[in-house]
């Protein structure tokens, strides 16, 4: 490993792609460039809150380096090393269903490409937060420690969880350097410290990147930057990124050292952009489908906030959830729950379509030859201008149509293999592939690849670094395996009807998944009738449950009809053994549900229900007002729903929701244990369904309460634990020691005190200001104090606080917006 003085770097994205070498950092217009020159802003008394020894392993970097005041230098933006050419990346977006036009990175800035001395690859390092650049519209070019903290640790956290996403590897704050915002758009804002965050990644281009050139959009009248630009501009990026991050694509279709492909076999440029864009789709599906497996919500799925390799990009106001809501938001700017997690496969599929659009006016370079050739000049300019029809493309509607068809057959199949696996269903080849993985005959059982440059083998992240070879075997070969349709429709529902459970119920998402780990194994068939009469599992019971569940799906019912319809079901059953506790997995299930209370908060809707009444009139007389708000009807729909559901949760009791949990939950669990008696026939062990069940679903994520706790103690100046954090995120899998932070009192106090705020309304900005002011006041007065031994009080004993359990009733109250 290099020390800073040792890192080379090879920028080929700004010898390739065109620059605007202008230099200034106004806020301008930036027309015929992907990329423009800046410089970054001088940070303040810079101090470095954590680094990332993972990522900067990526640079080739030692990571001892970042004790170094020149790493800290230079991670702040103050100083620069040799071969480092800062610049900006201009891209467009399609922000909340609108083209916006120019955006770009407005306060990131590209430093240079680094590839790794040992294992080839090249890595992309910036600066978030360092200063203004011409794509910083009406904003300071900088960002605040409270978002800057949250990118680092869901970063690393990601990676960890072994889904694909950009890497943070430091994260420096300034002692003076402050700037106004606005926390949770209350109309207060307050100052908040600077900080930057240096990001890694092989490429941070993106959808929005290939949106330069976009006329002039029909609904928004704002056009790209760089309209009609599209051979000059487009080709050379499309080149650069299938040569230089999809080589394989390249070299099979024969592309040279044109980046235009002007050289190419016109037939050759269609197959090639063809399987190109079907790969983005298909890894864009196989992220998705991971984010939903770890209950996981972007938050801004913009088209500039899409990844062009498939990576988590942009953590903004992201939330891994605690209580599970098919139609979370974790974004309190997403009033209409466009990117809500049950939205977030389709959105990222109407991306792709936004993405083929672009990509159908790049003009084939080998059919614009070919008419210069058979007719002149005049049809090769016409060409050149980007707006011929669809057989000039590079990316015609038949070649588009069937990405969107990988999409969604890879969304489907990674979807299903994935919640497959978190209950631990890996079949006969799952089994066979376990023990041949357990004698080193391999890990792999991965499909054949359907073509150059694909990525065709079924992810089987998440999981965790640590899995044994025979886990491993086990996942690789359960995600490729073919699945029957009969076996499909049956798991499908069982997973289906999970979900909706747990979302009529209350369950804690990540915890649930990881409690299931201890559902005890059915004996296999030949011994399954004794154990069934000495285990005291009765099918009526089950079917009791069963049939209250169904009574409950679908209508997000509050407990007392679900206690209703499971009254009536238990007394068509039987009353069955109301003592089969599943081995003692059920009253941990039961024990971390939500009250009554909490769900009629949670089901409390951002609009005002006075609102939505009158703009479900207003679109009665005239539809298009809602779409000029922004708005549709189903959001209004999901909107009313949710203030119905709340004025029945708040009729509900605690005894009649806890009864009524109980009946569906033992129905759910009975149809699961049932399932289980398959992989028990099918060779699958208890030993293996517990060891995979717990290598695929996290112990720890990190969630909004546990990021704000390391927030408020970063703003009093204590860094320590976000430090704890980051090492615990390292192995979230783990189940071997306590997984909790060890806290001053006062800095496990703010977390609560900042929520409250939050939730307070007027002047909340204010009001988390001082509550973090008071934690960081407190933590001068222990520390100025002194010791015992120098006549002062001794500091107050350290908190540990749990990040596996319940979380803190304060939870619920935070509110994270895209300010940063």
């Given amino acids: 490993m290099a020390a800073l003085e040792g890192v080379e770097?090879?920028?080929?994205?700004?010898?390739?792609?065109?620059?605007?070498?202008?230099?200034?950092?106004?806020?301008?217009?930036?027309?015929?460039?992907?990329?423009?020159?800046?410089?970054?802003?001088?940070?303040?008394?810079?101090?470095?809150?954590?680094a990332s020894d993972e990522a900067l392993q990526l640079l080739g970097l030692n990571p001892a380096q970042a004790s170094r005041d020149e790493f800290l230098q230079l991670m702040a933006g103050n100083s620069l090393l040799p071969g480092m050419s800062p610049a900006s990346h201009c891209y467009c977006g399609y922000q909340f269903g609108y083209f916006a036009g120019q955006l770009g990175d407005g306060a990131a800035i590209y430093l240079g490409e680094v590839v790794h001395p040992s294992s080839g690859t090249r890595q992309e390092l910036q600066l978030k937060g360092a200063g203004p650049t011409p794509f910083r519209r009406q904003a300071d070019g900088r960002k605040v420690l409270r978002s800057s903290l949250r990118e680092f640790l869901a970063s690393e956290a990601m990676a960890s969880l072994g889904v694909p996403t950009t890497r943070a590897g430091s994260l420096v704050v300034s002692g003076s350097d402050s700037v106004l915002r606005d926390a949770d758009y209350s109309g207060h804002p307050a100052p908040e410290p600077c900080a930057v965050v240096s990001r890694i990644a092989p490429s941070f281009i993106r959808f929005g990147s290939f949106e330069l050139c976009k006329a002039a959009d029909p609904v928004t009248q704002r056009p790209g930057p760089s309209p009609g630009m599209a051979r000059t501009l487009l080709l050379p990026l499309l080149g650069y990124t299938i040569k230089q991050h999809f080589p394989g694509l390249w070299a099979f279709y024969g592309g040279g050292q044109d980046l235009t492909m002007a050289g190419m076999d016109e037939a050759n440029v269609l197959d090639m952009v063809g399987d190109w864009y079907a790969e983005v789709c298909r890894r864009t599906a196989q992220l998705v489908a991971g984010w939903q497996g770890l209950g996981f919500v972007h938050g801004v799925l913009n088209t500039d906030n899409m990844s062009i390799l498939g990576l988590t990009i942009d953590y903004g106001p992201y939330g891994f959830m605690d209580r599970f809501d098919q139609h979370h938001v974790s974004n309190g700017s997403d009033d209409a729950a466009r990117y809500c997690y049950s939205a977030q496969p389709a959105i990222c599929r109407w991306n792709c379509e936004r993405l083929a659009e672009v990509l159908g006016s790049i003009p084939n370079p080998a059919a614009a030859a070919a008419a210069a050739d058979a007719d002149g000049a005049a049809a090769a300019a016409a060409a050149a201008g980007g707006g011929g029809g669809a057989s000039s493309s590079v990316l015609p509607p038949s070649r588009a149509k069937r990405g969107l068809q990988v999409y969604d057959e890879e969304m489907d199949a990674a979807y299903r293999s994935l919640f497959r696996r978190k209950l631990g269903l890996v079949g006969a080849a799952g089994a066979a592939a376990a023990a041949a993985g357990a004698n080193g005959a391999g890990t792999s059982a991965a499909a054949s690849a359907a073509g150059p440059g694909s990525s065709s083998e079924r992810p089987v992240w998440p999981i965790s670094r640590s899995a044994s070879p025979a886990v491993l075997a086990a996942a690789a070969a359960a995600a490729a395996a073919a699945v029957e349709p009969e076996s499909a429709v049956e798991d499908d529902s069982l997973i289906a009807d999970l979900l909706s459970l747990m979302h009529r119920t209350g369950a804690d998402f990540t915890n649930t998944f990881r409690l299931l780990a201890e559902m005890p194994m059915p004996a296999s068939s030949s011994s399954s009738t004794q154990a069934a009469a000495s285990s005291g599992i009765d099918n009526n019971k089950d079917a009791a449950g069963e049939a209250a569940a169904a009574a409950a799906d679908g209508a997000d019912a509050p407990a007392g009809d679900a206690a209703a319809a499971a009254a009536a079901a238990g007394a068509a059953a039987g009353s069955g053994d109301d003592n089969d506790d599943f081995g003692g997995l059920l009253p941990l299930l039961l024990g971390q549900l939500a009250g009554p209370a909490e769900m009629a908060a949670g089901a409390k809707p951002a609009m005002p229900l006075e609102n939505v009444q009158m703009l479900m009139m207003l679109a009665a007389r005239d539809p298009a007002v809602l779409h000029a708000l922004g708005v549709t009807q189903g959001s209004l729909q999901q909107q009313l729903a949710a203030h119905h559901a709340a004025a029945k949760w708040s009729s509900v009791s605690a005894a009649d929701k806890a009864a009524a949990d109980e009946q569906q939950w033992r129905g759910w669990l009975g149809r699961y244990r049932r399932r289980l008696q398959q992989e028990a026939d099918a060779g699958v062990t208890a030993e293996l369904r517990r060891a995979l069940m717990l290598a695929v679903n996290p112990r720890v994520v990190l969630r909004n309460w546990v990021a704000q706790t390391a927030i408020s103690a970063a703003a009093a100046g204590d860094y320590a634990p976000t430090r704890q954090l980051l090492a615990l995120l390292r192995d979230p899998f783990s189940a071997e020691g306590d997984m909790g932070l060890l806290l001053p009192p006062a800095a496990a106090a703010a977390g609560g005190a900042a929520a409250a705020a939050g939730a307070a309304g007027a002047a909340s900005s204010e009001a988390v200001a001082a509550a973090v002011g008071a934690a960081a006041a407190a933590a001068a007065a222990g520390k100025g104090g002194g010791g015992a031994g120098e006549g002062g009080a001794c500091p107050p004993p350290?908190?540990?606080?749990?990040?596996?359990?319940?979380?803190?009733?304060?939870?619920?109250?935070?509110?994270?917006?895209?300010?940063s």
């Fill in 9 to 50: 770097f090879d920028n080929t994205v700004l010898q390739y792609l065109p620059v605007d070498e202008e230099g200034r950092n106004e806020p301008r217009p930036v027309k015929g460039a992907i990329y423009s020159r800046v410089q970054p802003t001088p940070l303040a008394d810079p101090q470095l809150v954590a």
């Fill in 798 to 819: 350290l908190v540990r606080m749990r990040l596996d359990g319940k979380p803190p009733a304060w939870a619920a109250k935070l509110c994270v917006t895209c300010s």
